[in-house]
């Protein structure tokens, strides 16, 4: 079982910056994929970024060129740094790994990005 604790949410003007964190009970090494999702009110879960173990990222469009996800395998923790944010990224965040077949996810941290 790996617990996901996010953190790093809170409240920004558009145009400002968070950086959210994800750290895992266990090894990242162990862990296939890590991604980032977010659910807005009204809407469906939706895919932010993502990072393999072989250290390959993925970004849906929307946030490509100013959303970073990284990872420090020392800290057991993947970093989502989100720059230039903008009334549409408004959402709760949510942590995933994937380990084989088994899917975990973290409690959510709550962005909000005024106009």
């Known amino acids: 079982q790996v617990q996901l604790v996010e953190s790093g949410g809170g409240l920004v003007q558009a145009g400002g910056s968070l950086r959210l964190s994800c750290a895992a009970s266990?090894?990242?090494?162990?862990?296939?994929?890590v991604g980032w999702y977010r659910q807005a009110p009204g809407k469906l879960r939706e895919l932010v970024a993502s990072?393999?173990?072989?250290?390959?990222?993925n970004y849906v469009d929307s946030v490509k060129g100013r959303f970073t996800i990284s990872r420090d395998n020392t800290k057991n923790t993947v970093y989502l740094q989100m720059n230039s944010l903008k009334p549409e990224d408004t959402a709760v965040y949510y942590c995933?790994?994937?380990?084989?077949?088994?899917?975990?996810w973290g409690q959510g941290t709550q962005v909000t990005v005024s106009s």
């Open positions: 266990e090894s990242i090494f162990s862990i296939n994929r």
């Open positions: 990072i393999t173990s072989g250290g390959s990222t």
């Open positions: 995933h790994a994937l380990r084989g077949i088994f899917n975990y």
